[in-house]
């Protein structure tokens, strides 16, 4: 089978993982503003150094998913690879959430089709047509 190369072709899969991506980062760094205004009241409790530590983490990886999502508009081969290494830690985030939340079966239903999305998502940025846009 020849290989065809399409100039020019914007793939809509990238360009919606690259907006969701970037909708993530944007929750994540209203998240960790929240946080942050009710930061004071877990200071007392002594939980304080964790909670900082746990909301710099947020803002890197809020910063670093709004980051790829521009790289992937653009289609940056780095951005790419960094969106990829983001979706899989999403991907292995997601079956904490049910447990940390003590959430009935739904939440879990809802994140075991998050993670069959992520996952199909994940194969198809790494198909050779897709790779081909980002050359």
Known sequence: ???????????????AVAWALMLLGLLGLGLSGYLFGHMSGFAAAGHSWWLMAGQALLVLASAASIASGQGLL???EWARRLSLGLLALILFSLPVLPW??????????????ASAALLWAL???????VRQEFA
């Not at 940390?100 to 089709?113: Q, R």
């Open 1 to 15: 089978m020849p290989i065809t190369f399409r100039v020019g072709y914007r793939s809509p899969l990238v360009s």
């Open 74 to 76: 653009r289609r940056l």
């Open 100 to 113: 940390v939340a003590g959430s009935p079966v739904i939440l879990g239903l809802a994140c075991l089709a």
């Open 123 to 129: 194969r198809e940025l790494n198909t050779m047509l």
